[in-house]
């Protein structure tokens, strides 16, 4: 492994969804964002739902949304466990767009605190993939 970079591996409960070199993984961590460049110091911590940005080494990126999970960051190796993972560029953006819609109208409505909850944790989701699709969108404009 060269010092200029990090290995990351991104893993779902059903498979591994990326390893590779990458220069730097931003992710979203349970209090806000996280660059992680080479040398990071250690670290664990729970993701929110948000997407994963891996900038490799010829400067291309990769982007996957990650709906929660646990983040361990070594040195030069970093690990996201997560329970749902996929690429950004496999979300359907109308149904995302469609449980954003449904969410914000249970929310609007009478509901139990439990139903609350629910909704609320759907919500952050649909956004996270909206997020996603549309950090994609923003990157393939620029190039």
């Known amino acids: 492994m060269?010092?200029?970079?990090?290995?990351?591996?991104?893993?779902?409960?059903?498979?591994?969804?990326?390893?590779?070199e990458v220069a730097t993984v931003f992710v979203t961590g349970e209090m806000g964002e996280l660059g992680i460049a080479p040398g990071h110091s250690q670290l664990l911590t729970t993701l929110k739902p948000g997407y994963v940005?891996?900038?490799?080494?010829?400067?291309?990126?990769?982007v996957f949304y990650v709906s929660s999970g646990m983040l361990e960051v070594q040195p030069y190796i970093v690990s996201v466990l997560a329970d749902t993972v996929m690429r950004a560029d496999d979300i359907d953006e109308a149904s995302?767009?469609?449980?954003?819609?449904?969410?914000?109208?249970?929310l609007a409505g009478k509901m139990s605190s439990i139903d609350v909850a629910k909704a609320t944790a759907e919500l952050a989701e649909a956004i996270a993939q909206i997020?996603?699709?549309?950090h994609l969108k923003k990157r393939a404009r620029i190039k």
């Open 2 to 20: 060269n010092v200029a970079t990090l290995r990351l591996d991104i893993v779902s409960a059903e498979k591994q969804i990326f390893s590779g």
């Open 53 to 62: 940005r891996a900038i490799l080494s010829n400067k291309e990126e990769e």
């Open 96 to 106: 995302a767009l469609a449980a954003k819609e449904q969410a914000e109208k249970s």
């Open 131 to 134: 997020r996603a699709i549309q």
